[in-house]
């Protein structure tokens, strides 16, 4: 077992290193001069060409890269091309921002989802079900920026009861009630769409497994249905559904970007946004690659779990390995 | 089973409606106001350096804080002002030599800045240092590089006393004051703060001298600023005042229906009647814009005045401005902006005339048309809504026969490649543009500043024009000057090198709470005289 966790995390070492390759070689595609965008349109043709010198522009990519690397494995994001800033500074607490709004969104897709679709599961072909699963099915044909919309003007201008931007009141803000109030209508905008596919796949599983032989078995031996549902049901329908919600991990935080632009919550979509607009190559690159850690982290965590939880999976390591 | 589920439910109800009622009250339910003023503005703000900022959206900030010898009085309206008039800020005051070259200003004492220490002579040659001495120690590249134009005939910089200084000129430049005047000039920095922190600390650390200082700055969320209490002037009446970026339109007049914000900048052209409705003020003006096509001149069919002036004549900028805009622009009618002395908006070259066109495109043996290519981006600082605007151009052409394709970019690709030029293929790009200094002609129309590496995208070059702007740029006084501007802009509208469309008015949607802020004639506004009705 312990073989197979180390193996599966240094497997992730090679996937991150082909991740800084590709984010190096893509920024390499934006348009424009970084040079020229710092010193303006107007700039005289010498005055980029030294900056770009002293940028270290003028080297060849491998060298670029290797000195980007060397940084990177120092810990050092580097500086920011037009804020002279170092990037951590500026990057950390937007990612942070990011990860506060998908975790949010998270959790309510997947505690909701699992709900939704566990009652419906049992109710099967009851109102509720119907209901559930309409709702799920129009939940997953909205467009994000639309759903915010339609959430801000019903919560927020008709019914007073939420703010529609910022992570904070700025005419006093408050703690961390304060950061709660104004997640609620990001997250929920945010989680949607996941939440009517998690719901929508619980169901369908909870169904499958519900046909299974041992639960019929167990019930023939007169075992409580809510302790079958429980223990049993959900415990033997779970490995799809943490590779579902593992996935909309990914989804959430691309649905994050379009929250945090109609929110105006501080994240690092703007961030990165802003940086893409300034041509700031490094902020760029840290950005991204930030986010491509996260990605490969929540994809091992998703792994590990499913094979804690599975005995199933674990005899079959426990046999390969033998 | 059952009754565990229902349970289930109630609980998770309940929690949620308890959460909410919890909640801090939204800011609309009986909130009392500070103080304060809370702007929401279309995007994020560049650097916080007066001398490297890039965008308007920055030098709105910077112009809270930092204060330039010569200013422009931005306490009237566009109505009360059409041409913003210059005042003596940080120096009293000021003349010019016979000759039009040296620059005498007499300081004003007793000013300090944010940190405490004195503005001075000394600290106005170090500014000047920064931005034109590639010898000097603090002397900052990118900083030189965005304000070149103010030093187009820079000489030397002198001290004469504690509160006096020279600037010497190689040549009169009779719209030397005006440019002073302008954001990304000499806006005088606390040299203090340079020596300490570096070039690069500026934006992090702006030190000026203005009615508001610096407090913080949380990218994407806001940047504040407080009163300056120990200001030389009449001190602001505001405690603090927050830019927000939000580069949403929609969500920008959603947070300030929920009061969330103040004031919002760039409000949709669709939602600006809803929300007179509504209750808030709609302020608007004459800042310097224009939003123009250029020709280029390297295309075949553009080389021929004669297909220029027609499609100047073939443009219908009222139905531009009031239906597709919604009266949020006024039709242009000249390359010249508003807001500069030489703008007259009564003189009306090409009219809507369609007839004329085809006339001309006869004349032209082009009456079976042609097609052409119009570049534009389809989003930017300035740019109103450019797919749209170039759409309607395109249908107004193709009724008096030219078939026009669009070639659309995002900004960025399209603003780095606009002082590239054009290819031969192509038949006209657009631009937003503009300045409250007639110079402004010289920067689109001079050869001096042509493509590639200058703002003359079209790369129209006539020595009688360049002439004449050159005239206009060295005369001695201010009436010759004036005149010199006249005659440069009938020659190059009569050239029809450009095809100007519309003027921006820059509407501000303003809750009603808010007292004494004022749209002037410039790109950029005061916040000192604001106040907060409570």
């Given at each position: 077992m312990t073989r197979f966790f180390i193996n599966r995390i240094l497997s992730t070492i090679p996937v991150l290193l082909g991740v800084t390759i590709f984010v190096f070689l893509l920024i390499q595609l934006i348009p424009g001069d970084p040079a020229k965008s710092i010193l303006g349109g107007d700039a005289t043709a010498e005055a980029v060409e030294s900056l770009r010198e002293e940028m270290g522009l003028n080297e060849s990519m491998i060298v670029q890269y290797t000195s980007w690397m060397g940084q990177l494995l120092q810990g050092d994001l580097g500086y920011s091309h037009t804020l002279h800033t170092p990037i951590t500074e500026e990057l950390l607490p937007r990612f942070l921002n990011s990860m506060i709004l998908t975790v949010a969104s998270l959790l309510i897709c997947v505690v909701l989802g699992v709900v939704l679709g566990l009652i419906s599961a049992l109710r099967k072909g009851s109102i509720l079900d119907k209901a559930s699963m309409g709702v799920a099915l129009i939940g997953a044909s909205m467009p994000v920026f639309w759903i915010a919309l339609m959430l801000m003007w019903l919560f927020s201008l008709e019914m007073g009861l939420f703010p529609v931007s910022g992570m904070y009141n700025m005419r006093s803000p408050?703690?961390?009630?304060?950061?709660?109030?104004?997640?609620?209508?990001?997250?929920?905008?945010?989680?949607?769409?996941?939440?009517?596919?998690?719901?929508?796949?619980?169901?369908?599983?909870?169904?499958?497994?519900?046909?299974?032989?041992?639960?019929?078995?167990?019930?023939?031996?007169?075992?409580?249905?809510?302790?079958?549902?429980?223990?049993?049901?959900?415990?033997?329908?779970?490995?799809?559904?943490?590779?579902?919600?593992?996935?909309?991990?990914?989804?959430?935080?691309?649905?994050?970007?379009?929250?945090?632009?109609?929110?105006?919550?501080?994240?690092?979509?703007?961030?990165?946004?802003?940086?893409?607009?300034?041509?700031?190559?490094?902020?760029?690159?840290?950005?991204?690659?930030?986010?491509a850690i996260t990605f490969v982290i929540v994809n091992l965590i998703v792994d590990l779990l499913n094979v804690w939880l599975s005995p199933k999976l674990q005899d079959s390591i426990k046999s390969n390995a033998g | 089973m059952k009754n565990t589920l229902h349970y289930f439910i109630l609980l998770l109800l309940v929690t949620t409606l308890a959460a909410c009622t919890n909640m801090p009250s939204a800011a609309t339910n009986g909130k009392t106001y500070g103080n304060e003023l809370i702007i929401g503005m279309e995007s994020e703000a560049d650097v916080l350096d007066p001398h490297r900022a890039g965008g308007w959206v920055t030098m709105r900030i910077n112009y809270q804080m930092f204060e330039p010898l010569i200013g422009e009085d931005l306490s009237k309206s566009s109505e009360e002002a059409a041409v913003p008039e210059l005042i003596p800020v940080l120096a009293e005051s000021w003349e010019v030599s016979e000759d039009g070259k040296v620059y005498t200003f007499h300081l004003r004492?007793?000013?300090?800045?944010?940190?405490?220490?004195?503005?001075?002579?000394?600290?106005?040659?170090?500014?000047?240092?920064?931005?034109?001495?590639?010898?000097?120690?603090?002397?900052?590249?990118?900083?030189?590089?965005?304000?070149?134009?103010?030093?187009?005939?820079?000489?030397?910089?002198?001290?004469?006393?504690?509160?006096?200084?020279?600037?010497?000129?190689?040549?009169?430049?009779?719209?030397?004051?005006?440019?002073?005047?302008?954001?990304?000039?000499?806006?005088?920095?606390?040299?203090?703060?340079?020596?300490?922190?570096?070039?690069?600390?500026?934006?992090?650390?702006?030190?000026?001298?203005?009615?508001?200082?610096?407090?913080?700055?949380?990218?994407?969320?806001?940047?504040?600023?407080?009163?300056?209490?120990?200001?030389?002037?009449?001190?602001?009446?505001?405690?603090?005042?927050?830019?927000?970026?939000?580069?949403?339109?929609?969500?920008?007049?959603?947070?300030?229906?929920?009061?969330?914000?103040?004031?919002?900048?760039?409000?949709?052209?669709?939602?600006?009647?809803?929300?007179?409705?509504?209750?808030?003020?709609?302020?608007?003006?004459t800042p310097p814009h224009v939003w123009y096509l250029t020709?280029?001149?390297?295309?075949?069919?553009?080389?021929?005045?004669?297909?220029?002036?027609?499609?100047?004549?073939?443009?219908?900028?009222?139905?531009?401005?009031?239906?597709?805009?919604?009266?949020?622009?006024?039709?242009?009618?000249?390359?010249?902006?508003?807001?500069?002395?030489?703008?007259?908006?009564?003189?009306?070259?090409?009219?809507?005339?369609?007839?004329?066109?085809?006339?001309?495109?006869?004349?032209?043996?082009?009456?079976?048309?042609?097609?052409?290519?119009?570049?534009?981006?389809?989003?930017?600082?300035?740019?109103?809504?450019?797919?749209?605007?170039?759409?309607?151009?395109?249908?107004?052409?193709?009724?008096?026969?030219?078939?026009?394709?669009?070639?659309?970019?995002?900004?960025?690709?399209?603003?780095?490649?606009?002082?590239?030029?054009?290819?031969?293929?192509?038949?006209?790009?657009?631009?937003?543009?503009?300045?409250?200094?007639?110079?402004?002609?010289?920067?689109?129309?001079?050869?001096?500043?042509?493509?590639?590496?200058?703002?003359?995208?079209?790369?129209?070059?006539?020595?009688?024009?360049?002439?004449?702007?050159?005239?206009?740029?060295?005369?001695?006084?201010?009436?010759?000057?004036?005149?010199?501007?006249?005659?440069?802009?009938?020659?190059?509208?009569?050239?029809?090198?450009f095809a100007p469309i519309v003027h921006d008015t820059a509407p501000y949607v303003v809750n009603k709470r808010v007292k004494g802020f004022v749209v002037p004639s410039e790109e950029w506004y005061t916040l000192a005289p604001v106040w907060i009705d409570q």
């Open positions: 408050g703690g961390w009630m304060d950061l709660l109030h104004h997640l609620i209508l990001p997250a929920f905008a945010t989680a949607t769409v996941s939440l009517a596919v998690i719901a929508r796949l619980t169901r369908s599983t909870i169904i499958d497994t519900l046909q299974k032989d041992y639960v019929k078995y167990f019930q023939s031996f007169g075992l409580s249905k809510s302790k079958i549902n429980i223990v049993h049901v959900l415990r033997n329908s779970l490995p799809p559904i943490i590779n579902i919600s593992g996935m909309q991990v990914g989804y959430l935080m691309g649905g994050a970007l379009f929250s945090e632009v109609v929110f105006n919550w501080p994240g690092i979509g703007q961030a990165l946004y802003v940086a893409v607009t300034s041509n700031d190559y490094p902020t760029i690159q840290a950005g991204i690659l930030l986010i | 004492e007793g000013v300090k800045f944010h940190d405490g220490t004195p503005f001075n002579a000394e600290a106005v040659d170090f500014n000047i240092k920064r931005l034109t001495n590639e010898n000097f120690e603090y002397f900052d590249k990118i900083g030189s590089s965005r304000t070149f134009r103010t030093w187009k005939f820079f000489d030397k910089s002198e001290v004469v006393d504690e509160y006096t200084l020279n600037i010497h000129l190689n040549s009169p430049f009779s719209e030397f004051p005006r440019m002073l005047a302008q954001i990304n000039s000499l806006q005088i920095v606390s040299p203090e703060s340079i020596i300490t922190g570096g070039n690069d600390s500026v934006g992090e650390n702006p030190v000026g001298t203005g009615p508001f200082k610096f407090s913080d700055r949380n990218r994407g969320e806001n940047i504040t600023l407080v009163k300056n209490e120990d200001y030389w002037g009449e001190k602001a009446k505001l405690d603090t005042v927050i830019f927000r970026p939000m580069s949403d339109p929609a969500s920008r007049v959603l947070a300030l229906q929920n009061d969330e914000v103040d004031i919002i900048a760039v409000p949709p052209p669709d939602a600006i009647e809803n929300l007179e409705e509504k209750g808030f003020d709609i302020l608007s003006g020709f280029n001149f390297d295309n075949e069919y553009m080389q021929d005045q004669r297909v220029r002036q027609a499609i100047n004549y073939a443009i219908d900028r009222e139905g531009i401005a009031n239906q597709l805009l919604k009266g949020t622009v006024s039709p242009a009618y000249t390359i010249q902006s508003p807001g500069s002395v030489n703008f007259d908006s009564s003189r009306k070259w090409y009219e809507y005339d369609p007839e004329k066109a085809k006339e001309l495109l006869a004349k032209a043996d082009l009456e079976d048309g042609f097609n052409i290519i119009l570049q534009t981006s389809v989003d930017g600082s300035g740019q109103l809504m450019p797919v749209d605007i170039a759409e309607w151009i395109q249908r107004d052409l193709k009724k008096v026969g030219i078939d026009v394709t669009l070639d659309t970019q995002e900004w960025i690709t399209y603003f780095s490649g606009y002082s590239d030029g054009m290819d031969s293929s192509i038949g006209m790009n657009q631009m937003s543009a503009g300045r409250t200094s007639p110079f402004f002609l010289s920067m689109v129309a001079h050869s001096d500043f042509v493509a590639p590496g200058g703002f003359n995208s079209g790369k129209y070059a006539s020595a009688g024009t360049d002439e004449l702007l050159d005239r206009a740029s060295t005369a001695k006084s201010e009436a010759e000057a004036l005149e010199m501007w006249k005659k440069a802009e009938e020659k190059i509208m009569t050239d029809a090198a």
